[in-house]
């Protein structure tokens, strides 16, 4: 089996978006952005009651800044989606 060159310019994007993270967190802050999920959910009267916690709940790492919080939950879902993502490519072209 041969390895084929790997393309780095995907993985350089994914890797300059989440060094931008924290400004995206600053500027929905800046300009009182809610997530329309929340606020559909507010409107209906329905409360967040949730059977796990999640890894990062509300995109943040406790005890850490808001905006590094952000960083390091954009590092780790990147991380974890691109692996995931490899994996069932490797899964579908051994197949």
């Known amino acids: 089996m041969t390895t084929a060159a790997v393309d780095r310019r995907p993985l350089a994007g994914l890797l300059a978006l989440v060094a931008l993270s924290p400004v995206f967190a600053w500027a929905s802050e800046a300009v009182g952005y809610a997530e329309p999920m929340e606020n559909a959910a507010a ?49 579908l072209r051994a197949a």
């Open 43 to 91: 409107r209906a009267g329905v409360t967040a009651d949730p059977l796990v916690g999640g890894l990062f709940p509300g995109y943040a790492l406790p005890g850490v800044d808001a905006l590094a919080g952000t960083a390091a939950a954009g590092l780790v879902g990147t991380a974890l989606t691109l692996v995931a993502a490899l994996a069932l490519g490797r899964t």
